[in-house]
């Protein structure tokens, strides 16, 4: 079955890019009916949708985050990776990697089936 | 601030039955499909109910969920020790841009 796992730095320091990845395994990063997203997670509070996307190059990002944002996919390695410019002490969080599968029934039809085990990130000098 | 209110905690004894409400607007459970995710404590979440009302493989039918205009309803019946989670409705807004929004959360309690 398919899993996921997020790697990288655990502390990155203001101002600086954030860079994290995800491995998919037992499955493909180039399946047609999956998006590929970032969620997160501060510590003691709820879950915060980041962006998705396809292996067709279709993104959606957080308003909130879009500037700021770049969700990219790698075929020849099975990954999947997030970049967030410009860090703060707010985006300090548990970051979580997640597939988002499409349904087919026609329209916003897709939840978050898998999910890796996340990777916290302190945004700290 | 999410867009999605649910409660933030809710209580019942092994065995009882717990309903976690998720209250939206039109522009996202009102026009799009509502699923439930369960967040035991220091895990990651897990996929309950996807379309409203489907359960994925492996989830007991003690877990259901439905929908009626701008809110969803997710039940817990005979409830157990283990069920002791965080609850996340999650859905579509589709307002301006498509953003992914989930619900402030429920704690569920097995007194």
């Known amino acids: 079955q398919v899993q996921l796992q997020e790697s990288g730095p655990g502390l990155v320091k203001p101002s600086q890019t954030l860079s994290l990845t995800c491995t998919v395994s037992g499955g493909s990063v180039s399946s047609g009916n999956s998006y590929w997203s970032w969620i997160r997670q501060p510590a003691g509070e709820g879950l915060e949708w980041i962006g998705r996307r396809h292996t067709s190059g279709s993104t959606n990002y957080n308003p909130s985050l879009k500037s700021r944002v770049t969700i990219s996919v790698d075929t020849s390695k099975n990954q999947f990776s997030l970049t967030l410019t410009s860090v703060t002490a707010a985006d300090t969080a548990m970051y979580y990697c997640a597939r988002l599968n499409y349904y087919g029934s026609g329209g916003w039809d897709d939840a978050f089936d898998i999910w890796g085990q996340g990777t916290m990130v302190t945004v700290s000098s | 601030q999410s867009v999605l209110t649910q409660p933030p905690s809710v209580s019942a004894a092994p065995g009882q039955k717990v309903t976690i409400s998720c209250s939206g607007s039109s522009s996202n459970i009102g026009n799009n499909y509502v699923s439930w995710y369960q967040q035991l404590p220091g895990t990651a979440p897990k996929l309950l109910i996807y379309?409203?009302?489907k359960r994925p493989s492996g989830i007991p039918d003690r877990f259901s969920g439905s929908k009626s205009g701008t809110s969803a309803t997710l039940d817990i019946t005979g409830l157990q020790t283990g069920d002791e989670a965080d609850y996340y409705c999650g859905t579509w807004d589709t307002s301006l841009s498509a953003n992914y929004v989930f619900g402030t959360g429920t704690k569920v309690t097995v007194l």
């Open positions: 379309e409203n009302n």
